[in-house]
Nanobody, 115 residues
């Protein structure tokens, strides 16, 4: 069974940085792709960014130039480096991986950006 375990969330001031980690139970190359989503209070879950096994990477317009996704296959871990954080980045962040049409999710963790 696939497990995704997230870490690195917390409270940060506006303009600061955080790095989120997502440790997978197997090789990250076993997935068709991995990424990060977030859900703010009262809003729908939205894509932050993702990469595919084919090598393409995409980001939401709201985070382009500030957030970067990377992977370390030796550690079966995917990272989300978040720089220049804004209060509107406050949300629960979820790690996501998919194989075909099957999606797997981490437990989610809170990121709070204070103004």
């Amino acid at each position: 069974q696939v497990q995704l375990v997230e870490s690195g969330g917390g409270l940060v001031q506006a303009g600061g940085s955080l790095r989120l980690s997502c440790a997978a139970s197997g090789s990250i190359f076993s997935f068709n792709g991995m990424g990060w989503y977030r859900q703010a209070p009262g809003k729908q879950r939205e894509l932050v960014g993702r990469f595919t096994a084919g090598g393409s990477t995409s980001y939401a317009d709201a985070v382009k130039g500030r957030f970067t996704i990377s992977g370390d296959n030796a550690k079966n871990t995917v990272y989300l480096q978040m720089n220049s954080l804004k209060p509107e980045d406050t949300a629960v962040y979820y790690c996501n991986a998919w194989i075909g049409v099957v999606n797997y999710w981490g437990q989610g963790m809170q990121v709070t950006v204070s103004s």
